[in-house]
């Protein structure tokens, strides 16, 4: 496979369920992203990990757990969810210069869409 | 705070138009200014634009940045069908490596 993908592709869960999103990257790649987008709002991010370290976490609540076991995977796992966290989950890559200087564009997955019942 | 708006949001044309769709962007510590073409799911990467005045162009597309103004545009000639999407804006501040997207203009084409 080339570029990013992300495992499932759809997901229907209840408030109570435990589920993971999947994101894998075949970029060689060493920073990876979360975003969430909703009907009608930006783009927004969630979590950046560079290197396998988080190093951004835009307040987002502790019903997301992030995970990022190499640089080429990464997992959101998902629990008690409300069904305002229904949305279409991207999973991002980029390369990050060695020196920690400015990255290039960002390659996006095709999305996991989320519905919380 | 940083924030990026893209007006307009939502825009009907005909096969054939020639659109301008725009981005402004209040970013501390400006670096670059991204367009993206959202179809159905992955956004695609279309320009990455860090200088001023200096015209980026593939195939129809074309963008520029005006950083004294603050802001870019995005244009497509001769427009197609292939062209409706959600086209999206975003900006990058210096050493960070995340990206404050605008809402997204949405494009249809009408044959």
């Known amino acids: 496979e080339t570029g990013v993908t992300q495992t499932p592709r759809h997901l229907v869960m209840g408030m109570t369920n435990k589920k993971s999103l999947k994101c894998e990257q075949h970029l060689g790649h060493n920073a990876m992203y979360w975003y969430k987008q909703s009907a009608k709002k930006p783009l927004e991010l969630m979590f950046v990990y560079s290197l396998e370290e988080r190093v951004e976490n835009n307040s987002v609540p502790s019903r997301f757990s992030p995970e990022c076991p190499n640089s080429s995977h990464l997992f959101l796992h998902l629990h008690t969810l409300q069904p305002e966290d229904s949305a279409l989950y991207l999973c991002?890559?980029?390369?990050?210069?060695?020196?920690?200087?400015?990255?290039?564009?960002?390659?996006f997955g095709p999305g996991t869409r989320l519905t919380v019942l | 705070e940083d924030k990026v708006v893209q007006s307009p949001l939502s825009l009907v044309v005909h096969e054939g138009d020639t659109v301008t769709l725009n981005c402004s962007y209040e970013v501390t510590n400006f670096r670059s200014l991204l367009w993206y073409k959202q179809e159905k799911k992955a956004p695609t990467f279309l320009f990455m634009l860090?200088?001023?005045?200096i015209e980026k162009k593939s195939g129809r597309l074309s963008s520029i940045l005006d950083k004294k103004e603050l802001f870019s545009i995005l244009n497509i000639t001769a427009t197609q069908t292939g062209d409706s999407a959600v086209y999206l804006c975003a900006a990058r501040f210096q050493g960070a490596q995340k990206l404050v997207f605008g809402q997204g203009t949405r494009l249809t084409i009408n044959p």
């Open positions: 860090t200088s001023s005045g």
């Open positions: 991002a890559s980029s390369q990050s210069p060695p020196t920690g200087g400015d990255v290039d564009e960002q390659f």
